[in-house]
Structures are given as C-alpha cells and as structure tokens.
C-alpha cells in the first residue's frame, strides 16, 4: 500500500497523485527484483493531503462553458428587447412585482353591510363545539355540559 499524495478540491473532486509519497515494501521488493508482484494499492494520508481552493479542470470548463451559454442568452434578450423597443416604443426592463390584495377592487360599502345582514356572526365557541360535537368519534370527547 503505497502512499500517494491527494488534492481535494474547492468542488470537492479529489486527485490523488501518479507517483507515490512513500514506497511500500511490496514495491520496493519488486523494484530491487525480489518481489514478483508491483505493489498496486493505492492509499492516501491525512498528512499528505492538500486543499486546494480552486475548481478541478473538469468543473472550470464546465463553468466557463456555462458562462459563456449564460452571456450568449443575454445578448439575445437585449437584441430582442432592442427590437421590441423600436417597434413598440415600451417594454419593461426588469420584473414588476405586483400585490395581489393592492389589486383587487374593495366592495362598495353598501354591498359590504347587506352581506353583513345575510350572515349573522356566530360566537367562535359556540362553533368549535358544533363541529366537535358532529363528528363520528364525538362519543369520546368530554364537550360541553356532559361533565
């Protein structure tokens, strides 16, 4: 089990290296012609290992590419919205966020005071014990004056 030194990188992809730290004494038989077999496990320790704050080549590729796909998306909306401005005159630059409630129209006030006449308002205790009282498993629960 030679020993070979390892990169951990900031996208967390780990490289170990092809020459090893440290020789075991399997390998060092085989080196010297004593062994018959190389030495072909790979181990890495916690003293030789590095962390490396930036990407493996892979990830900055990926990135770079991305980027690039990002920056090309760009382009084409200003175009589109250069175009849209020259034909219609207007359009918006950035996401408006509207308040649904702002939005809505209030009812008039007198719409407001028949609904009012149309529900008469129940006492919120009086209530809860109805509904508790018309469920199926009513039978076990201590409500209202059954005590």
Known sequence: MCNHSKTIFRCNHVRLSEKPVRICLVQSDYISGVGSEACDEVRSHPLITVRQPSECGY???KRIRLDQTLKEARALIAGVKAILKGSYGMVADEVVEVDVDAATE???DHEAEEERDIVPELDPAQEFLRKKLAAKDAHL???GNQI
């Open 106 to 108: 209030e009812a008039p």
């Open 59 to 61: 990830c900055m590729d």
């Open 141 to 143: 629960m201590m409500l």
